[in-house]
């Protein structure tokens, strides 16, 4: 059934259930952190959360319309995992971690540890403390190029290696 402005209840259900996902999809983009639900303490207060920043063209797929016309809502793809570095016993699981980005990029990776630690990202000289059996995750604009070792501080342990490719 049409009213005055022509549009069927369908269409009207369609635009209502497609405001609600776009809102809800701003809200958790906006409401950003890192994975232990404190901000990013190396991350400047004027920086998006890395779950706002992109690489891709700019558009914005809103919505795709099926054979009947009407317009459906579509999920954004949800932004890939960073990769993770494994500590068990003071040493990266499965040898050091080659963690390799261009510059200019978001570098983010995540480090899960059984022992607790500070890690450092030399040459960007970033620290942050995991506890036993937690983790951390670090997120930053990759600015200087070059080879960079990301370390157990206390152990005195490399556990990854940072590649920021010119």
């Known amino acids: 059934m049409e009213d005055q402005t022509g549009l069927s209840n369908l269409q ?24 232990d639900g404190t901000k990013d303490a190396t991350q400047p207060a004027s920086t998006q959360p890395a779950a706002t920043q992109s690489t891709d063209t700019g558009a914005t797929d809103t919505g795709a319309t099926d054979t009947s016309g009407t317009t459906t ?44 630690d500070e890690i450092h990202v030399h040459g960007y000289d970033l620290m942050k403390d995991v ?10 604009k990759g600015s200087i190029d070059g080879r960079f070792v990301v370390e157990l501080e206390g152990h005195g342990e490399q556990i990854a290696e940072l590649d920021v490719e010119p």
Do not use: C, H
């Not at 259900?13 to 958790?28: D, K, Q």
């Open 73 to 116: 809502a579509t999920e954004p793809a949800a932004p890939p995992a960073p990769p993770t570095v494994r500590v068990v016993d003071a040493k990266p699981q499965g040898g050091v971690k080659k963690l390799t980005f261009n510059k200019g990029d978001q570098i983010r990776f995540r480090i899960v540890s059984d022992t607790a």
């Open 12 to 35: 009207r259900l369609a635009i209502v259930v497609g405001a609600i996902v776009v809102l809800v999809v701003a809200y958790v983009l906006i409401s950003g952190g890192s994975d």
């Open 131 to 140: 506890a036993k059996g937690g983790s951390v995750t670090f997120s930053f």
